[in-house]
């Protein structure tokens, strides 16, 4: 269980600097990367845990690491589509906007 606490602590920590670092984060709020990345990190944990890859001989790293590195990458992922999206919609209605 420890493990766990431990994932979702630094999945968090790894979406807030994800948001931090994405030139277009005034366009989604700081809890989106955050909370994707430790839902991601979570239910791949419980799936590692479940299929018995954890605490095994050369296998204990799959639950402590590779949920981290999964949140982190869904995150990315959530930001830079999300980002490109919003700013693409907020653009055309802006357009929109000033044309009337």
Same mark, same amino acid.
């Given at each position: 269980?420890?493990?766990?606490?431990?994932?979702?602590?630094?999945?968090?920590?790894?979406?807030?600097?994800? &948001?931090?670092?994405?030139?277009?984060?005034?366009?989604? !709020?700081? =809890?989106?990367? +955050? #909370? %994707?990345?430790?839902?991601? *990190?979570?239910?791949?944990?419980?799936?590692?845990?479940s299929a018995g890859l954890g605490?095994?001989?050369?296998?204990? &790293?799959?639950?402590?690491?590779?949920?981290?590195?999964? !949140?982190? =990458?869904?995150? +990315? #992922? %959530?930001?830079?589509?999300? *980002?490109?999206?919003?700013?693409?919609?907020?653009?055309?209605?802006?357009?929109?906007?000033?044309?009337?």
């Amino acid at each position: 269980m420890l493990s766990l606490v431990v994932v979702v602590l630094a999945t968090i920590a790894t979406g807030f600097i994800v &948001w931090a670092n994405d030139k277009r984060h005034s366009k989604y !709020g700081i =809890a989106l990367p +955050a #909370g %994707v990345s430790a839902a991601v *990190g979570t239910l791949s944990w419980i799936a590692f845990i479940s299929a018995g890859l954890g605490y095994q001989p050369g296998a204990t &790293w799959i639950p402590w690491v590779l949920p981290i590195v999964l !949140g982190t =990458a869904a995150a +990315a #992922g %959530v930001v830079v589509f999300l *980002g490109r999206t919003r700013t693409r919609h907020d653009t055309a209605a802006l357009t929109k906007a000033l044309r009337l």
